[in-house]
Each structure stands twice: as structure tokens, then as C-alpha cells.
């Protein structure tokens, strides 16, 4: 039924954020016609958590080492918004991405259906 999932990053800083994805994550894109390029993403996971407040989305990318992820990002020039903190779900930290934006960076602690 469901054949993938298409993500979309608004940004004020699109041509940095796509350098980003294709340069430094390294994911190989194709052209979707006028240089416009759709990136190819890692397995995913969905979860949904109940919320009294606004509902919002969140992204967060996944990795086996955060530590050593960080570091590789860093040398590529990347910052992360404060440490890596463990959230007993996972051990944590926020990308800065060209431009400001942020995405969330996580190590899982927990079961992965992708496992």
C-alpha cells in the first residue's frame, strides 16, 4: 500500500541545506527536472506521541555512534546545538544546518522496527 515516504525541508537556506545533504550526509540524489534534486533518505521509523498543546513534527536523523557522528559532522563543519544529552530514549544532540535551521541527531535506545 504505502511504498515510502517523501520529506519536505523548508528552508530560507535551500541551495546550503541541499549542499549539506548531498555533500557532508553524503545521500545520493536524482534530478527532478530543473536542477532540482530529491535526495534518497535512510530507512525510517513513524512514532506518535499524544500531546494536550499545539500538534507539531519533528525530525530527528538516526546513527549508531553519536559521539563519532558528531565528530565526523564537525570536521565537515557542522555544529550541534549544545551536548549530547541522553534522554534515556537515546543519547541526543541538534544539527545547526547551513543557515540555522536545526534537525534533531539521535543515537536509539530504543526497540527499532528497522532492527
Known sequence: MIT??????????AEEVQKFLGDVLELPSVDAGEGWPIFAAPPAEIGVHATDGEPEHEIYLMCDDVSTTV??????GILTDGPITDQGWGLVTTLILPGGERIGLYEPRHPSPLS
Open 4 to 13: 515510502g515516504m517523501h520529506v519536505i525541508l523548508f528552508s530560507r537556506h
Open 71 to 76: 565528530e565526523k559532522l564537525g570536521a565537515r
